[in-house]
């Protein structure tokens, strides 16, 4: 009988990425309401240093996959990996992130295994009455949530949205067994050949990294004046994001917008300037730990999430909180 729940450890230069300790996190809480185990798969090329980790964020389990053609993800080796871990071993349920290597590798793992996925899940919970997976996810370009459940073929797979869940607190007092694999990748595996890598020019920022986000929405009325974002930012330590308006107004960069269709972010601290608060932009923010809201509308929604709100415009408030976090 099908058991346990799987979740694929996505790691880049042998570094592990934030939303595989994340859905470990989820696999844990699933896994207790099942009573099952959670077994990670951690596949890439020296990478048996993080198991311990991963047992630390909840895992029961690490089935350790090391090559050296594991080194940068290539489809084919990976799917092989995956899917053999999966033909062996009868998982339940199997967890990908829904980033750029989990969307190439769980379809493709899907494939091969003959059953469904459910792409970029937001939610994720079990029936109680037929302890079957409830994934939730975005459908019709945003506008409906739908909860599809994977009936009649195994494993339930779903692929999850980087951000969503939250990562277990590491626990040092916990144990768990790795187990190394070995498995035989040859030329034939290797459908693509990485030649080089060119690292973009522009600074990379990852606004679900940032601990602290300052965020900007229509009522900041201009790039000019996301200006002010960016200095409060500085000061901050910080990183500036935004509603989609800002993003369709071409003040800010498509990777910084929060929501349903944007990114979701948990940070610290997420002040929000000028947003309303649509139903589609708290969806990608409301899990983080402290929201200031500013707006100049005391009956805006925002206000209905915010920890701390202030009402006034912008342009006065910010300058002026800039200058008294640079005084201190
Ligand atoms: P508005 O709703 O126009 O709000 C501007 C706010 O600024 C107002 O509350 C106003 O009082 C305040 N304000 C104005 N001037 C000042 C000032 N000087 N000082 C202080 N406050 C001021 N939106 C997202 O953000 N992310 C998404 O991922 C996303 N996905 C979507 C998906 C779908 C399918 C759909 C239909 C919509 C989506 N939207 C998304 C859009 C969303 O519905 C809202 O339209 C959008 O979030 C509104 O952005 P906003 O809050 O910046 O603008």
Redesign the pocket.
């Known amino acids: 009988m099908s058991k346990d729940i799987y979740v694929f450890a996505e790691q880049r230069d042998g570094k592990l990425q934030k939303v595989g300790i994340e859905l470990v996190g989820k696999a844990r809480e699933l896994a207790d309401d099942l009573g099952e185990k959670v077994v990670v798969m951690l596949i890439g090329s020296d990478v048996k240093r993080n198991a311990e980790k991963l047992i630390k964020h909840g895992a029961d389990k690490v089935i350790v996959v090391e090559d050296p053609m594991l080194k940068e993800y290539v489809t084919e080796p990976y799917t092989k990996a995956v899917t053999k871990i999966i033909n062996e071993n009868d998982p339940n349920i199997v967890l990908y992130g829904a980033s750029a290597i989990g969307r190439d590798l769980a379809p493709r793992v899907a494939s091969r295994v003959h059953t469904g996925l459910t792409a970029d899940c937001t939610k994720l919970d079990i029936d109680e009455e037929t302890k079957l997976l409830l994934m939730t996810r975005p459908a019709f ?3 409906i949530m739908a909860t599809i459940v994977c009936e009649n073929f195994s494993p339930q797979m779903a692929t999850v949205r980087p951000g969503v869940m939250k990562a277990l607190p590491t626990d040092n007092s916990r144990t768990g067994e790795i187990e190394e694999l070995k498995i035989e990748f040859v030329e034939a595996d290797m459908n693509v050949k990485i030649r080089q890598v060119i690292m973009s020019d522009k600074k990379a920022v990852d606004i679900t990294e940032a601990k602290i986000l300052v965020s900007g ?3 900041v ?1 201009s790039p000019e004046k996301f200006e002010m974002l960016k200095n409060l930012a500085e000061s901050l330590n910080g990183e500036i994001s935004s ?4 993003v369709e107004s071409g003040w800010v960069d498509h990777d910084r ?6 990114k979701t972010v948990r940070p610290d601290l997420y002040m929000a300037c ?5 139903i ?2 708290v969806a ?1 923010m409301e899990g983080s730990e402290f929201i200031l809201a ?4 005391e009956n ?1 929604p925002i206000f209905g999430v915010a920890d701390l709100g202030i009402v ?4 006065t408030i910010l300058p002026k909180l800039t200058d008294e976090i640079n005084r201190i």
């Open positions: 370009g945003g506008n929405g229509r009522g009325g509603s989609r308006v800002a917008q929060v929501g349903q269709t944007g000028g947003i309303s608060g649509a589609q932009h990608g500013i707006n100049k509308d805006a006034g415009d912008i342009n």
